[in-house]
């Protein structure tokens, strides 16, 4: 017997968002969970292929496989905002790079990444001066920490666990994370601390490491689902998230 069926405007009647993870993150779709589980918003998410090792040469391959990435999201009828969920990626390959590769397949959609995301967010907040803590290698730290410099602000501190095996980064404990962020913000007087890297739990330790050291932190992850929303016109129903999600959902 066939059935008759009504249908809506499906999940994403306030927003569609769609995000392109590494194939290596265990740590972004986890927090994304939390910090998008708005009514009316619909998050969709396509993987890129990316091997362990974080290095520049392997995160600008990248750069090829993100059309093809981004058209693996559901044929949805409009996008919102599209986001490709890699700080160090979007440092080496550049913000301008991940969003014509994007545009390759889905046109004229706003696109953001952690770094464009952090720079964002540090604005909004009136931060200048900010602490650095990474992950990474040397030489991927050195470019990310031009970026920001050449966006017009000061790195007063600065520290990395220098990992690049991104399966022992997702292991980084948030304990250690948030000594690590108050170790930063101890070096020098600053206004927000960055913590880069979508594959480190940071989402966790944000309110507690804002109210230790009094200063705004900013997370790749936390950064980019903030920026997502923003572009999509989406704040009422956030902003009292401040709380778990920290100073930058006030803004």
């Known amino acids: 017997m066939k059935l008759p069926f009504d249908t809506d405007q499906g999940i994403g009647t306030r927003a569609r968002l769609g995000v392109v993870v590494l194939?290596?993150?265990?740590?972004?779709?986890?927090?994304?969970?939390?910090?998008?589980?708005?009514?009316?918003?619909?998050?969709?998410?396509?993987?890129?292929?990316?091997?362990?090792?974080?290095?520049p040469e392997t995160l600008a391959r990248m750069e090829a496989d993100?059309?093809?990435?981004?058209?693996?999201?559901?044929?949805?009828?409009?996008?919102?905002?599209?986001?490709?969920?890699?700080?160090?990626?979007?440092?080496?390959?550049g913000p301008d790079g991940v969003r014509d590769a994007v545009h390759q397949v889905i046109p004229d959609v706003a696109v953001t990444d952690p770094l464009s995301a952090i720079i964002a967010g540090a604005r909004a907040l009136g931060a200048q001066r900010l602490g650095f803590l990474t992950p990474y290698l040397p030489q991927v730290s050195a470019q990310m920490r031009a970026r920001l410099e050449d966006a017009g602000f000061t790195i007063a501190g600065f520290g990395s666990f220098?990992?690049?095996?991104?399966?022992?980064?997702?292991?980084?404990?948030?304990?250690?994370?948030?000594?690590?962020?108050?170790?930063?913000?101890?070096?020098?007087?600053?206004?927000?601390?960055?913590?880069?890297?979508?594959?480190?739990?940071?989402?966790?330790?944000?309110?507690q490491a804002e109210a230790r050291t009094n200063v705004a932190i900013l997370s790749s992850n936390q950064a980019l689902a903030w920026h997502m929303l923003r572009l999509a016109g989406v704040k009422a129903d956030i902003e009292n998230r401040h709380a778990d999600y920290g100073r930058l959902f006030t803004h």
């Open 162 to 207: 220098e990992e690049s095996d991104d399966r022992v980064v997702a292991r980084i404990t948030p304990a250690t994370i948030l000594s690590a962020i108050q170790a930063i913000a101890a070096q020098a007087p600053c206004d927000a601390v960055v913590v880069s890297c979508t594959n480190l739990r940071v989402l966790e330790v944000i309110a």
């Open 23 to 55: 194939e290596t993150d265990e740590t972004l779709e986890h927090e994304f969970a939390r910090i998008m589980n708005i009514p009316g918003v619909a998050l969709h998410a396509t993987r890129i292929p990316m091997v362990t090792e974080i290095r």
């Open 66 to 93: 993100l059309p093809a990435a981004t058209r693996l999201l559901p044929s949805a009828p409009t996008y919102d905002a599209v986001g490709y969920g890699c700080t160090s990626g979007a440092t080496v390959i």
